[in-house]
């Protein structure tokens, strides 16, 4: 009786479908193309682009693609109006036929006026020549104001454009509607407002010059790099190569030489600022809220003592304000945040704001113009990553940080004087914000292992205002495809170090199977791997539905856990972060899902450097090394960034030796895949050439592929870009299935 009753309940469950039918096959990945090109439907739609907060962050404005030209709108919160401001469709370039496009644009202070970025040439990582065309907003009017510049912004006040050309400064007055030359003395590798390769590389920025708050001044820096060795590449194109010359300062060598000047704009004369290079940098330059009062970031060569100094526009004359002295090095921007100034000068008050780390964490201090600190803001054992907006006004600062946990990021605001610290973001994640400039509102694009992007318009009193993005094709996708998600995981190493990392699980995975596995790292110093966050990684994913396990950790030199954890590496590159991959993959290891016999590393750039040096000097554990773009001896590489890390040479002569990949080429056991690009300006190939004799001396072979037209990437289209990956995929299948 009761296996009847059992029998037809079952016969009604299946009747009405309640999950006894089959279970839907998921679709797979065709081929490994189909699988890179199919990176945006895992990262889904991002919300509003090129967002612009105008009116004092009351508005922002936005690049809207939804008709088949783009265009440019304007949002407001309170309101929530949202308003054309410009639409492309029927506009041609003045006095052309042809259709009117632009790369990028700016906002005047007032938000009357916009300045395009048009016919963008690309130069270095950051910088490229352009046109640029000024925009009215009332009368809809298109000017050509600058042509071949590097770089343009428009006054304060909105009467002058100020632009480069060719290593000179200019600016085009509105009301005379003529261009006036400020500098002349320009030549080859020697220039007024423009950075060379290594200055904007390893400092970030690349506009070389700022105008003053009230529109009366530009400072800038003069590079002077006729000194420094040329670096010669060439993609071998044509019958005869066509070498490009890039001056390229590496370890030891002579650096560009830099002064600062401020150009007094109605005048036309140029006054130098009375800073003492000595052989050091001057990485930042801000105005303070005095009117013609210069801010001055010092750094001496080791980077490891900071100098900030007040000069007087009109005399030059200057004072040192702060100074702060480090056993290692001191940072100035975090290149892999994207955030671009650690000082801020609010505009209404006669302090400012510094994110330093000196007692161990970043946090926020906060002094008067004398130099005196008036109280440390944030403190803790947790890092302040970047200070989003400071409403002096109401005496607020708005920051993002690790509090809740290093694999996380969230908004915070707190008062001036450290006080009423509130967490305002509250998803589970990884968030990256927008906040106005007066702290009204923010924008908060976050997502979690579990959750595809979100993207929402918040009020910092807590609103949500409105919903961007929840990305519901993205779960659509993943529900009907074959989709790893990215499990959390962390164990404590041999030496009781706490490691934070994720694994990737392959495709019906069975724990009582074994699997090869893919470690893939970059681990340079300051950077992280590992978060909370959505697995977007269309690589990755392949490699999963293949069969394989992918694994990443953040290893110590990692930003995110405090200055002990990220700056054990210092003067020591590879030793400390290559132990921290050996242990991780012994970890995995010792699971019963993962063959220990089976394992590859896998890196591109600072990443090509530890999977080369960690298969090198660990040569039992890594069967096979997948090695892109790597530097392989820190000698070879520019002297702001080794010496930032590594210490100057004559000081660690032995610690540079002991680094480099090369001085382990015997003791190669497994497979080693490198790829590298000729025109690489980066990582000169140079770096792999010297690996490869290195290994060649000691009877060691290895597998090479040069792309000759790439950059630092390799890859140079999406042919070659599908056919790199697909080496890389080729040979773990070869050497490791």
């Keep these: 009786m009761i296996k009847r009753k059992l029998y037809m309940l079952l016969v009604v469950l299946m009747c009405f479908g309640y999950g006894f039918s089959p279970a839907q096959k998921k679709e797979e990945y065709k081929n490994l193309k189909e699988a890179l090109y199919s990176g945006s439907k895992l990262s889904g739609g991002s919300g509003p682009q090129s967002v612009n907060w105008i009116d004092g962050g009351d508005r922002f404005s936005y690049i809207s693609s939804e008709s088949e030209t783009p265009e440019i709108r304007s949002y407001n919160p309170k309101t929530q109006s949202d308003d054309l401001i410009f639409k492309a469709e029927g506009v041609n370039f003045p006095g052309q036929d042809k259709a009117f496009e632009y790369t990028s644009f700016q906002w005047s202070k007032d938000s009357k006026y916009i300045l395009f970025q048009t016919n963008f040439r690309p130069v270095w990582r950051r910088s490229g020549i352009s046109d640029f065309y000024f925009y009215s907003v009332k009368d809809k009017s298109l000017k050509l104001v600058a042509k071949d510049a590097q770089t343009a912004e428009i006054s304060p006040d909105g009467t002058k454009v100020g632009y480069e050309r060719d290593g000179n400064l200019f600016i085009f007055d509105f009301a005379t509607q003529k261009e006036t030359q400020l500098t002349f003395d320009a030549e080859d590798y020697f220039y007024n407002g423009r950075f060379g390769w290594a200055y904007e590389e390893e400092f970030g920025l690349a506009q070389a010059w700022i105008w003053s708050p009230d529109s009366k001044y530009i400072a800038f820096w003069q590079s002077d790099e006729r000194e420094v060795p040329i670096f010669q590449m060439t993609d071998y194109a044509g019958q005869h190569a066509r070498y490009v010359n890039v001056p390229y300062p590496k370890v030891g060598d002579i650096n560009p030489s830099v002064r600062i000047g401020v150009l007094n704009v109605a005048r036309k004369s140029t006054q130098w600022m009375d800073v003492k290079l000595d052989g050091g ?84 201090y906060r002094y008067d113009y004398s130099g005196k600190t008036l109280n440390q803001v944030t403190n803790g054992e947790w890092e302040v990553t970047r200070v989003e907006a400071v409403d002096s006004k109401n005496g607020v600062i708005y920051f993002t940080s690790t509090e809740a946990s290093p694999l996380e990021r969230h908004l915070y605001a707190v008062s001036f004087e450290g006080k009423d610290k509130k967490k305002l973001t509250t998803n589970r994640g990884k968030h990256h914000l927008d906040v106005a400039p007066n702290g009204r509102y923010y924008i908060d694009s976050y997502s979690n292992t579990d959750t595809p992007q979100q993207v929402e318009l918040l009020s910092t009193k807590g609103k949500m205002l409105k919903k961007f993005e929840n990305n519901d094709d993205v779960k659509k996708f993943t529900s009907d495809n074959f989709y790893a998600p990215k499990e959390l995981i962390s164990f404590t190493t041999s030496d009781g170090q706490k490691l934070d990392g994720y694994v990737i699980k392959p495709k019906n995975f069975d724990p009582d199977k074994q699997y090869p596995l893919v470690l893939n790292i970059y681990g340079g110093p300051g950077a992280q791997s590992v978060y909370d966050e959505y697995a977007t990684n269309s690589w990755e994913q392949y ?24 700056k054990v590496v210092y003067r020591n590159l590879g030793e400390t972060e290559s132990r921290d991959f050996v242990e991780t993959v012994k970890y995995l290891a010792s699971q019963s899902w993962v063959d220990g016999d089976r394992m590859a590393i896998r890196g591109h750039s600072y990443g090509g450097y530890m999977s080369s040096y960690t298969m090198l000097n660990h040569p039992d554990v890594f069967k096979v090394s997948l090695v892109g773009a790597p530097v392989t001896d820190w000698r070879l590489y520019d002297s702001i960034y080794a010496e930032r890390y590594m210490d100057l040479l004559e000081d660690n002569e032995q610690g540079y030796k002991k680094s480099a990949s090369t001085a382990a080429a015997g003791n190669l056991k497994g497979k080693m895949f490198i790829a590298h690009s000729a025109m690489d300006e980066n990582v000169h190939m140079q770096n792999t050439m010297q690996l490869v004799k290195a290994l060649i001396d000691n009877g060691k072979d290895a597998d090479l592929r040069i792309y000759p037209p790439g950059a630092h990437g390799v890859a140079y289209d999406g042919v070659s870009y599908v056919l790199l990956y697909s080496q890389y995929v080729n040979y773990l299948d070869e050497h490791l299935k």
Aim: net charge negative; charged share 20%.
């Design 543 to 566: 490699l999963a539905q293949e069969g394989y396990i992918i694994a990443s950790v953040n290893n110590r030199g990692s930003g995110g856990y405090g200055s002990a954890f990220e």
């Design 281 to 364: 940098y001057i990485p930042r330059l801000y105005w303070t809220s005095k009117p013609g009062q210069l801010a001055i970031v010092h750094l001496n060569r080791k980077q490891n003592h900071l100098k900030l100094f007040f000069n007087n526009a009109d005399t030059g004359a200057g004072k040192l304000i702060i100074e702060e002295k480090s056993e290692t090095w001191i940072d100035i921007f975090d290149f892999f945040a994207g955030i671009m100034h650690l000082f801020f000068f609010p505009e209404d008050k006669e302090e400012f704001l510094w994110i330093s780390d000196r007692d161990g964490w970043s946090h926020i």
